[in-house]
Every structure is written in structure tokens, then in C-alpha cells.
């Protein structure tokens, strides 16, 4: 025989007690009722539900504010490079002796005796000063010219010494020494 055959003979052989009146009858005679409403949950599957929805959300909230953070960053990172290069091209306009060269106005320090300006090339840069440029006018009599020349004879033999010095909280100033620059 077949096996479907077989569990439908077996189904009409077993007994079954009504849950409602307590009567014997055959399962095959039974009628299945569905009910239209679902079982209640217990109080802790539905608390354990809201966790996971509540961790769900807090974890699309986070990803939604770093993906925000970075845009902030990245717009804000715009805006400062066309910022400086709006200064830029305005300080070109405003000093084009020093701007117009590719000079940064902040890398230029004026001193005025002997030389006019000194020009740290990459102070105001995250790499350093690379570079000190001496910029003075021509030499008008020929005092200025051995001065200028001294100088220049002094940097090339490596017998220079330079100071900076730096203010305080208090208001005092600090001098810093760097020998052979």
C-alpha cells in the first residue's frame, strides 16, 4: 500500500478528547478552527522585539550621522581651499611683488636694516621652513654694498646665528637660538 493511503487509515484510527466538553471523538471528525486574532506574545519577546528595532534604528542614525559628519568635512574642506585661493588672488592684486611670485605674504618678515624683508619660504606650511631668501633694494652707496656683501659672505661660510623670540602668557618674551641656519 501506498504510504498517503496508509497515514489517512492511521488518522481515522486515533481518538481525540474535546478541549471545550470533554467528549471522545475521532480526529478525522474534528474540525479545525483557526483563530482570526494571533496568540498574545509574552511581555518579554515583545521587549526583546523593540531592542532589536530600538538597535536597529540607533545603529541607521549613527551610520546616517558619520556619512553627515563627512560630508561637513569634506564640504568644509572646500570652502577653506576656495577661501584661500580668493585671498590669494586678491592678495595678488593688493601686493603683487610678494603674491604675484608665489610668495605667501605670511612666510615674509620685514626687518628693514640691512636687508628689507627676510622670506622663510614654508613657515606657514605643515613641511617647514625649506628655504630663507634675503631681499633687499639695490645697493645706493658703497657702505650698503659691503654690507650686503658681508652678509652674504657670512651665510655662505655658515657663521650665522639666529634668534626668535617667542611671548609668554605672562607677557615676557623667551629667546630661542638656532646656530647655522
Request: glycine share 8%; with cysteine.
Amino acid at each position: 500500500m501506498n504510504i498517503l493511503i496508509q497515514t489517512i487509515n492511521g488518522i481515522q484510527e486515533i481518538l481525540t478528547i474535546c478541549p471545550c466538553c470533554g467528549d471522545i471523538f475521532r480526529l478525522v471528525e474534528g474540525k479545525f478552527i483557526f483563530p482570526q486574532k494571533q496568540p498574545k506574545t509574552s511581555q518579554y519577546s515583545a521587549l526583546v522585539s523593540l531592542e532589536g528595532k530600538v538597535s536597529d534604528e540607533d545603529n541607521r542614525v549613527t551610520t546616517a550621522e558619520e556619512r553627515f559628519e563627512e560630508k561637513i568635512r569634506a564640504q568644509k574642506g572646500k570652502l577653506i581651499e576656495q577661501g584661500r585661493k580668493q585671498a590669494k588672488r586678491k592678495l595678488k592684486k593688493i601686493d603683487p611683488t610678494f603674491s604675484g611670485g608665489n610668495i605667501d605674504p605670511q612666510d615674509v618678515k620685514v626687518i628693514f636694516e640691512p636687508v628689507e624683508y627676510l622670506i622663510f619660504h614654508g613657515l606657514n606650511s605643515e613641511h617647514g621652513v625649506k628655504l630663507v631668501d634675503f631681499v633687499s633694494r639695490s645697493p645706493e652707496s658703497q657702505l650698503e654694498e659691503a654690507t650686503i656683501k658681508s652678509i652674504d659672505n657670512s651665510i655662505r661660510k655658515g657663521d650665522v646665528e639666529f634668534e626668535t623670540l617667542h611671548m609668554k602668557d605672562d607677557g615676557s618674551f623667551e629667546i630661542r637660538k638656532a646656530s647655522g641656519v
